[in-house]
C-alpha cells in the first residue's frame, strides 16, 4: 500500500495554508489553529495526549494545545506537515497509514466542511476510498458500539459490512460512499451524504447515539 497517510497529510496542510489560521473547523469552537495544535498534540507529545481521551485529564491536552497554538502559523503547519517525529513508529509508512490515515482523512473534512453544508467537497480517490472502508470494517464496531439499533453499513458498489449486530430496537442500513460513512461513525453525520434505511423510530435512536471513539 501507497504512504496514504503522508498524502493525506500533505492535502491537509495545502488546505491549512490556503484557509489561514482562523478557518472555522466541524470541531467547533476549534479554528484550523486549534486544529493543527491539536494534532501536534496527539503526535508529538505523548505525555499530553491521554488529555484528548479521557476526560479528567483533558487540561494536560488543552495546556499542549495553548502552547502550540501560540507559534507562528506557518510554523505551526510546517510542524504538522514535517509528519511523525524520529522517535516514533509512524515514521514507517505502514504504520503511519494504521495509525494515522483516519485522523488525518477526518480532520482534514472538519476543515473542508467547515460551514457545515452537506455533501462532499473534493473528489476522494479510488485508492483512499478502498482504504477508508478497509478501516471502517477493522474498527466500525468500536466507532458505533453506542448504537441502541443495529447498523450495517453498504457502499455504492455494494459491499457491506455488519459494525452493530441487530437488537430488539431494529436495524439501519447506510449507505454511502466510505468517505461520507466514515464521517457518520466518527460522530460528523450532520455533514454527510448519506442514506438511512430503518424505521423511524430505528433512524432516530441511531441519530440520537454519541457515535465515534471519544
Known amino acids: 500500500m501507497s504512504h496514504l497517510a503522508g498524502l493525506e497529510r500533505a492535502a491537509l496542510c495545502d488546505t491549512f495554508a490556503a484557509t489561514g489560521p482562523d478557518a472555522p473547523t466541524l470541531c467547533s469552537p476549534w479554528t484550523t489553529r486549534d486544529l493543527a495544535a491539536h494534532l501536534l498534540v496527539r503526535e508529538r507529545r505523548p505525555d499530553l495526549a491521554p488529555g484528548i481521551w479521557v476526560p479528567p485529564l483533558a487540561s494536560l491536552a488543552e495546556h499542549g494545545m495553548r502552547r502550540y497554538a501560540a507559534r507562528p502559523w506557518p510554523e505551526l503547519v510546517g510542524l504538522v506537515r514535517g509528519g511523525p517525529p524520529s522517535w516514533s513508529p509512524a515514521r514507517?509508512?505502514?504504520?503511519?497509514?494504521?495509525?494515522?490515515?483516519?485522523?488525518?482523512?477526518?480532520h482534514?473534512?472538519?476543515v473542508l466542511r467547515g460551514d457545515e453544508r452537506v455533501g462532499p467537497r473534493r473528489e476522494v480517490?479510488?485508492?483512499?476510498?478502498?482504504?477508508?472502508?478497509?478501516?471502517?470494517?477493522?474498527?466500525?464496531?468500536?466507532?458505533?458500539?453506542?448504537?441502541?439499533?443495529?447498523?450495517v453499513l453498504e457502499?455504492?458498489?455494494?459491499?457491506?459490512?455488519?459494525v452493530r449486530p441487530g437488537t430488539g430496537h431494529g436495524s439501519v442500513i447506510l449507505r454511502g460512499a466510505p468517505s461520507e460513512l466514515v464521517l457518520v461513525a466518527s460522530g460528523r453525520r450532520r455533514v454527510a451524504e448519506v442514506e438511512a434505511v430503518g424505521a423511524d423510530e430505528a433512524?432516530?435512536?441511531?441519530?440520537?447515539?454519541?457515535?465515534g471513539l471519544t
Open 108 to 110: 482534514h473534512e472538519d
Open 155 to 162: 457502499t455504492p458498489a455494494g459491499r457491506t459490512a455488519d
Open 203 to 211: 433512524v432516530a435512536a441511531l441519530w440520537s447515539a454519541e457515535l
Open 92 to 106: 514507517v509508512a505502514a504504520v503511519d497509514n494504521a495509525v494515522n490515515l483516519l485522523e488525518l482523512f477526518i
Open 125 to 151: 480517490s479510488d485508492h483512499l476510498s478502498a482504504a477508508l472502508w478497509k478501516a471502517l470494517r477493522r474498527m466500525g464496531k468500536l466507532h458505533f458500539r453506542r448504537s441502541p439499533v443495529g447498523v
